[in-house]
Structures are given as C-alpha cells and as structure tokens.
C-alpha cells in the first residue's frame, strides 16, 4: 500500500481500478531535405489548420455530452490556436532563426509558457496548461499524428495520467470513469471543471512517474483531502468506506438547506449571493439556492479573446448570464485588468508593482471608449434581467465622478439610437482600499450600494501580499485594522440608505459572525461552499452577546 499527497481539486471518495492515460509525445522532430522557411511555415500554417477541425470537432462532441458551457473551453483553445502574438512568435523562429516548423512551435510554446509562470494568479498560470495542449495537437499534425478517442475499458476505472487534457476526457465514455488523479492540473483548469461537472474526484499534484504503474491497480482516491492510495488494504476500504458515508450524510444535511431562507437563529435575513468567474458555474449556484450572482468578474470572459471584444458580443455574453438566472440578481464588476489579471490587448508596459500600479478602474478610465462600450452592453443586458454592475479599485470621489460621467453617456447614446435598455440598472462601488473604506460617506452619494472586497482590503491595509505563501499567517481577514474599515463602511451606507454586501475569502466562521454582527446585508461565496456558508450563518446567534466594535 503506497500513498501520495496531492491537491484536491474536486470532492468525493471512490475506489476500483486504475487506468492509465499514456500519450505518445510528439517531437520537434524536422523533415529531409535542405531547409526551406517559406516551405515550414505553409507546414505551420497547415497544421494549425487541422489541429482547428479536430478541435471543431471535439467541441461538438462535448457539447452534446456535457453542454454548451463545457464545450466552450475547446472555443477556447481555438482561439488560443488564432492568438496572433503566439503565431508571430513561431513564425519568427522558423523565419529569423531558421527553425523546423516543429522547434519553431515548441519554443514560441516554451516563451509564453515562462510569461505564464511568471503571472501571480492562479487562474492565468494555468492557461499554460491549456497552452500546452494546443500545442502538442500542433506538434503532433506537424509528425502526422491525428488525434483520436481513448478507448476505456468495460468496467468503470479511476482515469490517471501525467497530464490528462480536457480533449481526452470529452472522447471518454462518462459512465466509466470513477475518478482522476494527475501529477498536473490545477483547481481552475479544465479538467477540473469537467470533474466537477461529471461529480467525480480529481487529485492533482501526484508527484510520481504515473506512466511506469501497471494497469488495473487498484487505487482509491480522497478528493477532498487530496490524497491517492495505491494498493490499499481491505481495512483502508472499510475505513475511507465509513468516512464516504459520513460525508455523504453531511451533504444530505447540508442539502436540505437549500430552499431554506439564509437567516440567524434569532432570526437576521443575510443574502447569500454566488461569487463566480465563469458561466458554467451558474447551474450548481442555482441548484445550491443562492440568492443570485454577488460579483461576476468579467475580466475572465476578456481573457478569451487575444483581441477586445465588441459590444455586441459583450451584450450577448452578459444577455445569456443574467438570462440564466432566471430573475435573481446578478452584478458584474466591470474589467479589473492589470496587475495579477493583464491582457495581451492592453499593453501597461513595465510596471515596477502592478498591484499598485495601472489596473482595474485607472485602466478603464485612462482609455474610456472601450469602457463606455462594456458600460452600453450591461445596459442593453439589464434589459432582460435583474443586472447590476460595479466598479473595482475605486480610492477617489474624483474617479466616480468620471465613472458615472461615462454611465451617463452610455445612457444617451442609447437612447439617441433607439436600443433597448434598462435606465434604473444600478451601479455600486467596491471598498477595497482603505482609502475608499475611509471616505465611504463621499463616495455614497456616488453608488447604489457598496460591494466590500475582503481580499484586496486586507491586502492593501495590512501591507500583505495575499498570493506570497510566506506571508500566510499576516494576512488576517479578522484583523481589528480592516474590521474597523469595514465597520465605518457599513455605517456611512447605513446613513446613506444603501445596502453592503461582502466579497472574498469568508471560511472562518469566527470572520463570518463578526460581519453579520457589523449588519452587512449580503455575503458571497464559491459555489461549491454556499450551502456551508448558508449553514454557518443559520448557525448564529446575533442576540447572545457578542463584540459590541471591531476588536480582536
């Protein structure tokens, strides 16, 4: 019995045998014959071109298997596949430096894969796997190879491999898969996705040479706590056996909350909004009875283009998510780009601390047509639902003025035009900086409500960096210094009759009583964690005593 520690990426215990994923790598091999640029780049050219249909034709497939959501990554990719930055990068090689098509390819591939790995977030660092991918389908053409189907086995098996892609995953028979565990993959990539949309296990992080295991091992793996057993004893079975069960008694539990009303005991109403990054995740909010979106950041639906999306294309993008609601509320945070998020489209150049430097509402503010058009397509958008928007890293009433300036604008041009669009949509503010905590009542007259960012707030106030893994035990959410910003927040929007809601990271029930005791309206969570959430705050008792201010 041999055990492994990874990363748990999707929830759930299973066990049974193990099938190994081996992928035939190709190499940046060239072909006979004197050197010919012209010739290796038509070889590129056309290899891209069937690495496109092929993914064509996966997408086709997921979407039947798993719906237009999942389906999307593969619109992804090809995407990817079209990024003109990335083809100049390749073309550059095989021209400039006299590369084969295959080298030219796999160095462009190593560039922006160290670009990624440079990034602080996680969600871009793990573009590079899709990166990756794309490019060994283009490699793989480039030697001949088409891509095909992974026959499974007859019997479901737990499905491991180095590096398992989202393509292989969509041509494996659902019904047979029990589970994953990979040495790669990340908990926002698209396995994982697909894992938590097939209701199975993923362990990542499985720091062995998977590809010399046999085949039909036995294994069981522990999605929730990351763990992977090779081999494991009929006592390990009985004992990970109960515990399933427990946990399947846990969520039964926590299941029966769902169309209950997020309340304390003593009877305090507090919204329980959703806090998502992609539209996939909007059915298990709305199975999970959240009350609707709380923060929507549409900086990841821009990370899908290598070009700034028009507005007809944002409208219908924002159209379909507040469509999919059904009625609740959904507020989207206009583009907070820069810093941990950039965009190849909107260069910033050098900056010597991005956290701090050109992002968020300075970049939409230092080139306002591009804002004025995402501004028009949630306008037009509100139109078919209960959609707001609001404004990220807002530190002046001077920056608000501009913002509604250009709301304003974006008002009459529609109506100069004649669109359809929805004239009382709200427009809040996020508090994640002290200074706009500190001047909270000039800033009300400005917004609709305010919308508290836990994580930058306790960044920028504690002087922490909240991606550096030294620095974990500094950054304390609970800290009076950010409790006591938030406390003000909440009474100046009191007096200005507005609502508070709270975004971030709020696992710590302790964090989650204090702000309930603070009398924020409303409170976000992922999805996966709503129903906990909800049971934590049904959990409390605002009428026993409690801290009177924000102390320790």
């Known amino acids: 019995m041999i055990t492994f520690h990874g990363r748990g990426i999707s929830k759930g215990i299973v066990w049974g045998p193990v099938f190994f994923v081996r992928h035939n790598q190709a190499e940046a091999s060239q072909p006979q014959g ?16 069937q690495v496109y249909e092929e993914l064509e034709q996966v997408f086709q497939m997921a979407y039947v298997r798993f719906g237009k959501e999942q ?33 030219g390819v796999a160095t462009a591939c190593k560039v922006f894969e160290n670009i990624f790995a440079q990034l602080p977030n996680e969600y871009l660092r793990e573009r590079s796997g899709d990166l990756r991918e ?17 026959a499974l086995p007859e019997y479901p098996v737990i499905v491991a491999a180095k590096d398992l892609l989202a393509a292989d995953v969509v041509t494996m028979d659902p019904k047979r898969i029990l589970g994953f565990f990979t040495k790669h993959g990340g908990a926002t990539s698209h396995l994982a996705i697909l894992a938590r949309t097939m ?3 993923f362990v990542s992080g499985i720091g062995e040479d998977l590809g010399r295991m046999p085949q039909d091992i036995q294994a069981l793996v522990d999605g929730s706590q990351g763990t992977v057993i090779l081999a494991p004893s009929q006592l390990t079975i009985r004992e990970y056996s109960q515990k399933k069960q427990q946990l399947l008694q846990k969520q039964q539990r926590l299941e029966q909350l769902r169309r209950k009303p997020c ?15 992609r539209p996939e995740e909007m059915e298990r909010v709305l199975l999970d009875g959240a009350e609707g979106i709380g923060i929507f950041r549409s900086e990841f639906f821009f990370m899908n283009y290598s070009y700034y999306p028009d507005e007809e294309t944002q ?8 469509q999919g609601m059904h009625g609740r509320r959904v507020v989207v945070r206009t583009l907070d780009a820069g810093a941990d998020k950039p965009l190849s489209y909107l260069p910033l150049g050098e900056q010597p601390n991005p956290a701090l430097g050109m992002r968020a509402v300075r970049l939409s503010l230092r080139d306002p047509q591009p804002f004025v058009q995402q501004l028009r397509a949630l306008l037009r958008a509100g139109a078919y639902g209960n959609l707001s928007a609001m404004v990220p890293m807002v530190i002046s009433v ?9 709301w304003e604008r974006a008002k009459r041009e529609l109506e100069q035009e004649g669109q359809l669009y929805e004239e009382q949509m709200e427009l809040g503010v996020m508090i994640e900086t002290p200074a706009a905590a500190m001047t909270a009542d000039l800033l009300a007259p400005y917004a609709d409500f305010f919308s508290i960012g836990m994580n930058d707030l306790t960044q920028y106030t504690l002087a922490v960096d909240r991606t550096n893994p030294e620095l974990a035990q500094a950054y304390q959410p609970s800290h009076p210094a950010v409790l006591r910003l938030i406390e003000s927040c909440v009474e100046q929007a009191r007096r200005a009759n507005i609502p508070v809601q709270v975004c971030g990271t709020l696992s710590q029930k302790v964090l989650v009583e204090k702000l309930a005791r603070l009398k924020v309206d409303a409170i976000t969570a992922p999805p996966g964690e709503l129903l906990e959430r909800k049971a934590l705050i049904r959990s409390l008792d605002l009428s026993e005593p409690g801290f009177a201010k924000a102390q320790p």
């Open 315 to 322: 409208f219908r993008f924002y159209r379909r998510l507040v």
């Open 71 to 103: 389906a999307d990554i593969f619109r992804v990719h090809q995407a990817m596949l079209e990024d003109q930055e990335f083809i100049n990068c390749a073309e550059g090689c095989i021209v400039n430096e006299r590369m084969y098509a295959s080298q």
């Open 34 to 49: 004197d050197f010919n640029a012209y010739q290796e780049v038509e070889r590129y050219r056309r290899a891209r071109e």
């Open 199 to 201: 209701s199975v296990p």
């Open 263 to 277: 309340v304390t005991k003593d009877g305090t109403p507090i919204h329980l909004y959703a806090d998502i990054s």
């Open 134 to 150: 794309v490019t060994g389908k283009v490699l793989q053409a480039l030697s001949g190879i088409r891509s095909s189907s992974i």
């Open 398 to 406: 001077g920056e608000m003025k501009q913002v509604r300036g250009l």
